[in-house]
C-alpha cells in the first residue's frame, strides 16, 4: 500500500479499505433495519383495531446527542387502554419503532397538541403485539430517513474502499 493512502484517526493508521467495508456494512444495517420498520408499520396499520384510549401524559423532549446538526424534539403522548380485557400503556404515536423526530420545539409540539391529558381518543392496538398501540394509524417518515442515512453511509463506505483498492 502507498504510504499516501492510509488515513490516521487518533494516532492509529486506518487502512481505507477496512474503514470503507466497516462503513458500507454499517450503512446496509442501517438501511435494512429502515426497510424492516417500514414493513413492520404497513404490516401494523393493516392489522389494527381501534381501541379506546386515556390521554395520561404529553410533552416534548428534547435530545442533542443524536444529531449532528443540533437537537432533536420527540413528541411524547403516554396513553392507556384496554385491549381483550388487559390494560395497556404506551406512547407510541406512529406505529414505527423508529421514533419520529422534529428539527423544532415548535414542529413536535404541535404533535402534542392535538392530545389533552384526560382525554378519549381512539388508538389503535394489534393482536399480535397488543402493548404497542399507536395513535395515528398512518406511516410516519422514520424508518425513510433511516434508509436514507444508510444509502448514504453506503455509498460512501464504497467509494472510500473502492479508492483504497485503486491506491493499493
Not at 456494512?25 to 413492520?40: C, E, F, I, R, T
Not at 391529558?117 to 425513510?144: C, H, I, M, R, W
Not at 453511509?153 to 472510500?160: K, Q, V
Request: glycine share 12%.
Amino acid at each position: 500500500m502507498a504510504p499516501d493512502s492510509s488515513i490516521t484517526v487518533g494516532g492509529r493508521e486506518i487502512d481505507p479499505v477496512r474503514g470503507g467495508l466497516l462503513v458500507l456494512l454499517v450503512g446496509v444495517a442501517v438501511a435494512g433495519y429502515g426497510g424492516y420498520d417500514h414493513l413492520q408499520q404497513r404490516q401494523a396499520i393493516d392489522a389494527a383495531v381501534p381501541v379506546n384510549a386515556t390521554i395520561a401524559e404529553t410533552g416534548v423532549e428534547s435530545d442533542g446527542s443524536g444529531s449532528s446538526t443540533g437537537v432533536e424534539h420527540y413528541p411524547v403522548v403516554r396513553f392507556e387502554y384496554a385491549y381483550r380485557g388487559e390494560s395497556y400503556t404506551s406512547q407510541n404515536v406512529y406505529p414505527a419503532s423508529v421514533r419520529q423526530s422534529y428539527d423544532t420545539e415548535s414542529a413536535a409540539s404541535d404533535v402534542v397538541d392535538e392530545y389533552e391529558v384526560g382525554a378519549t381518543v381512539t388508538a389503535y392496538a394489534t393482536p399480535e403485539s397488543p402493548g404497542d398501540a399507536f395513535l395515528k394509524n398512518q406511516q410516519s417518515n422514520g424508518p425513510l430517513v433511516a434508509i436514507g442515512i444508510g444509502l448514504v453511509a453506503m455509498l460512501l463506505g464504497g467509494r472510500s474502499a473502492l479508492n483504497g483498492f485503486r491506491n493499493s
